[in-house]
Structure formats: C-alpha cells, structure tokens
C-alpha cells in the first residue's frame, strides 16, 4: 500500500464565513520568535536569554483573479480588515488556525499563456492546532500583579 503525502491540493483554507474553502496553489507560514541573549559584566557566554516577541507571517497564492477576497481582506478604501481567522484542514482532518489576521501585501500576476495568480501576504497574532490556542505567558504563569502602596 502506498502512503499518500499531504500536498498544496489536499489543504482547504477557509478565510470567514463569506469565504468558508479557498483552494490554494501554496501556502507558507513561519514562525518568528526574537530572543536576546543577555550577558553578564565581564561574561563571554551568555547567562540568560529573553524572549522579545513571537509573530507568524504568511504568504498564500490562488489561481485565478480572485478578486472576490478582496471584499474579506479590505474595507471600502483598501484598508485591512482584521480576520477572525484562516483556518487550514488538512488530509488527516486535522486543523490548524491562524487568528486575528491582517493582510500585508496583495499581488496579482499574469503571464503570457499562463494562469492567471493572485497572492496575499500576512501576519497573525497566535495560532492554535487541534483548537488548543496560543496564550500570553505572562498571563499563563500567574505573574503578580503590580500594587502601589
């Protein structure tokens, strides 16, 4: 028996409820994580690192002239909307969101004798795979609250 690998056509993305499949030619999303490494006086090795932000970008692509999105990504005046989410199932059943996204660059791409291609970058605030949610650490660890006396 041989076994299938999920590919760019087994994956639906679902951009709101105007839009609940999108069929992608390519999706790509990474993960940024900023660490500064902190150095004691004196010290070549760092003693300690910090954890300075987390943020996932992404850049997916459709055939077609898909404006139809834009109405999803943008208001009126081409201003980004925020989307409650981008939701992506995979060939498992498996899902993996990407919430409050913001759209940060829209390309569109025609070529002779060729499909036409519409691509869309952007950022998200948190992610969540199988409906278990990102969350702030410092709210996770139960940090005390700063008093004044």
Excluded at 119 to 146: L, N, V
């Amino acid at each position: 028996m041989v076994s299938r690998k999920e590919s760019a056509a087994d994956i639906t993305v679902s951009v709101g409820e105007d839009h609940p499949e999108v069929v992608v030619e390519s999706l790509s999303v990474t993960k940024n994580v900023d660490i500064e490494t902190i150095y004691g006086s004196g010290k070549t090795l760092p003693e300690g690192y910090a954890i300075n932000q987390v943020s996932y970008e992404g850049s997916m692509s459709c055939k077609g002239n898909r404006q139809d999105l834009d109405s999803a990504f943008f208001d009126s005046n081409g201003i980004p909307q925020v989307l409650g989410s981008i939701t992506i199932t995979h060939l498992d059943g498996g899902e993996t969101a990407f919430y409050d996204i913001l759209v940060t660059s829209e390309g569109y791409e025609v070529n002779s004798g060729e499909t036409v291609e519409t691509s869309y970058e952007f950022i998200a605030m948190s992610k969540s795979i199988g409906g278990e949610k990102d969350s702030d650490p410092s709210k996770a660890t139960g940090d005390a609250e700063e008093t004044t006396e």
